[in-house]
């Protein structure tokens, strides 16, 4: 796995995945820092030519810091249920039906690491894999939320529905209530459809109740990631207002 730029090898360094650091010389001595917390980790550091970088980058931005280390690893199913029943009515899950765009789903993960999500879990098919675009996209913050891959998503949300999860799934239409007069006073798990298809019918059947964000300004939908970000934080902000 590399991780590109600075943000992501301070994260995956965080985390124990970094084992080496290749650095341009144009910014050897602008990430000082950096390379002292490797050198404390055992992490093996090489000043490296920037066309180096580039290569093994292979086009995509690195800012002259490039890692290299394991792979996120996954959690299960059974973990992220038995963490749902745990956290009872804070409880906050966050699913994917098909978002395919790295950095979509990037910047899906960082709002869900920012939030203290409990997981994000999304299908083996048609779905962007965790990458190095999407670390990069996600500013590193990729391994700070539990990552859930299953087969099937309807039967995922199935068993989230059995371990005390109200399932939320985000479409337009006049079935949908306003996300606005929502309480999320329970455990919620937040379904997101694709960039361009929505939320599929099969998974829409699944959820417990549709929820639409309003668009007085005439634009039809917002992008998936920014959709995600609204949802999350409009669950931390309703739950805040409860418990004043």
């Not at 001595?29 to 090489?46: C, P, Q, W």
């Not at 920012?114 to 299908?123: C, E, K, L, Q, Y």
């Not at 361009?196 to 917002?222: R, V």
Request: with cysteine; net charge neutral; proline share 4%.
């Amino acid at each position: 796995m590399k991780y590109l730029g600075p943000h992501a090898c301070e994260e995956a360094l965080e985390r124990g995945e970094l084992h080496a650091l290749r650095i341009a010389p144009t910014v050897w001595e602008r990430h000082a820092k950096l390379r002292a917390s490797a050198r404390d980790h055992g992490v093996v550091i090489h000043k490296e030519p920037i066309e180096s970088l580039d290569r093994r980058a292979q086009g995509q931005r690195h800012q002259g810091v490039l890692g290299e280390g394991e792979s996120l690893s996954f959690g299960t199913m059974e973990e992220l249920k038995a963490r749902l029943k745990e956290r009872g009515s804070e409880g906050l899950v966050l699913v994917l039906d098909g978002v395919t765009d790295p950095n979509n789903f990037g910047a899906i993960l960082r709002s869900a690491a920012a939030a203290g999500a409990d997981g994000v879990v999304f299908p083996e098919r048609r779905s962007a894999q965790v990458n190095e675009s999407v670390i990069r996209a996600s500013a590193g913050t990729a391994g700070r939320v539990p990552l859930v891959r299953v087969v099937n998503l309807g039967r995922a949300l199935d068993e989230l529905k059995e371990a005390g999860g109200w399932i939320y799934g985000l479409a337009a239409g006049s079935v949908s209530r306003d996300y606005l007069h929502e309480p999320f006073d329970r455990s919620t798990v937040l379904v997101l459809g694709s960039e361009g298809e929505g939320l599929h019918q099969k998974i829409a059947e699944h959820c417990d109740m549709l929820l639409q964000i309003p668009m007085p300004g005439g634009i039809e939908s917002l992008n998936v990631s920014a959709a995600a970000t609204v949802m999350l934080f409009r669950v931390l902000a309703r739950r805040a207002e409860a418990n004043r």
